[in-house]
Nanobody, 120 residues
């Protein structure tokens, strides 16, 4: 099994920044990607950003232009993925879930979620 532990959520003012962290443990081999999804009240869970084991990032259109190419990063020694979020907007308010996808027939694992609230 895979265990994902998130940290770093909280309350931030519009235009502010937050850094999320997610540490993976357990059967963390054959990883395809690690990354972040989010779910706002009444909406479906959606992609924010993912990164491959070769450190190739992928960002949702909703965050492009606000997050830089290095906003998502991965420490392969610590098995941790980070998301540095900047220029946050109220519409970024959501529960952010860490995701790890592994295997040839991909299986997704999820963290418990961390709340991010952008409000003045």
């Amino acid at each position: 099994q895979v265990r994902l532990v998130e940290s770093g959520g909280g309350l931030v003012q519009p235009g502010g920044s937050l850094r999320l962290s997610c540490s993976a443990s357990g059967s963390i081999f054959s990883i395809n990607t690690m990354g972040w999804y989010r779910q706002a009240p009444g909406k479906q869970r959606e992609l924010v950003a993912t990164i491959t084991t070769r450190n190739s990032p992928n960002y949702a259109d909703s965050v492009k232009g606000r997050f830089t190419i290095s906003s998502i990063s991965r420490d392969s020694v610590k098995n941790t993925v980070y998301l540095q979020m900047s220029a946050l907007k109220p519409e970024d308010t959501a529960v952010y879930y860490c995701n790890l996808q592994k295997g040839y027939s991909p299986v997704d694992y999820w963290g418990q979620g961390t709340q991010v609230t952008v409000s003045s």
